[in-house]
T-cell receptor, first 118, second 110 residues
Framework: DADVTQTPRNRITKTGKRIMLECSQT?????MYWYRQDPGLGLRLIYY???????NKGEISDGYSVSRQAQAKFSLSLESAIPNQTALYFC?????????????????FGPGTRLTVL | QKEVEQNSGPLSVPEGAIASLNCTYS??????FFWYRQYSGKSPELIMS????GDKEDGRFTAQLNKASQYVSLLIRDSQPSDSATYLC??????????FGSGTQLTVLP
């Protein structure tokens, strides 16, 4: 089945460490996204990429960086982790399929990575 | 003002009842509207999308959109305990990105 996978699923690290979260997809979608979810705050967009050469900051990009290594891979890095980056991180993908409604932007989510920064 | 607002709940309904979830948004240029269901500890799952004013039905789910009032809702008929989850409203605005509400937690009581 076409899918979105994330590694690791859980990670505990210490303040100041560099962390990389990885996302892979077999859906053949062009667009990929990184979100974080905190209790009571919903999902907030960190970075998004419409193709390998197109990477854009989202609502809360400070303290994060990304790399789009291939159409199917999109990695999120925390260069120097801090405790308030403790959250649930989701990768998502979407197609650019149009039709009469244009870009639907329906997104499909990976299983999430639970990150704890001590 | 938040761009996408939902009542956080929790909302409790008895089994078999209609659950009504509401969402308002601030960007008048918004074009696409989505409802995601998220079980505790799991990823969001798309259950409904709506693009035009009016109602859209899919099984026990009905999405309603009123662009003039900047309001979108989700009705769940014949609610089941398995519908207990957090429901996220998402709106694609003029910036062409999805903005999510903070979610409404629904509990269906057996």
């Amino acid at each position: 089945d076409a899918d979105v996978t994330q590694t690791p699923r859980n990670r505990i690290t210490k303040t100041g460490k560099r962390i990389m979260l990885e996302c892979s997809q077999t859906k053949g979608h062009d667009r990929m996204y990184w979100y974080r979810q905190d209790p009571g705050l919903g999902l907030r967009l960190i970075y998004y990429s419409f193709d390998v050469k197109d990477i854009n900051k989202g609502e809360i990009s400070d303290g994060y960086s990304v790399s789009r290594q291939a159409q199917a891979k999109f990695s999120l890095s925390l260069e120097s982790a801090i405790p308030n980056q403790t959250a649930l991180y989701f990768c998502a993908t979407s197609d650019t399929a149009g039709g009469s409604q244009g870009d639907y932007n329906e997104q499909f989510f990976g299983p999430g990575t639970r990150l704890t920064v001590l | 003002q938040k761009e996408v607002e939902q009542n956080s709940g929790p909302l409790s309904v008895p089994e078999g009842a209609i659950a009504s979830l509401n969402c308002t948004y601030s960007d008048r240029g918004s074009q696409s509207f989505f409802w995601y269901r998220q079980y505790s500890g799991k990823s969001p799952e798309l259950i409904m999308s709506i693009y035009s004013n009016g109602d859209k039905e899919d099984g026990r789910f009905t999405a309603q959109l009123n662009k003039a009032s900047q309001y979108v809702s989700l009705l769940i008929r014949d609610s089941q305990p398995s519908d207990s989850a957090t429901y996220l409203c998402a709106v694609r605005g003029s910036a062409r990105q999805l903005t999510f509400g903070s979610g409404t937690q629904l509990t269906v009581l057996p």
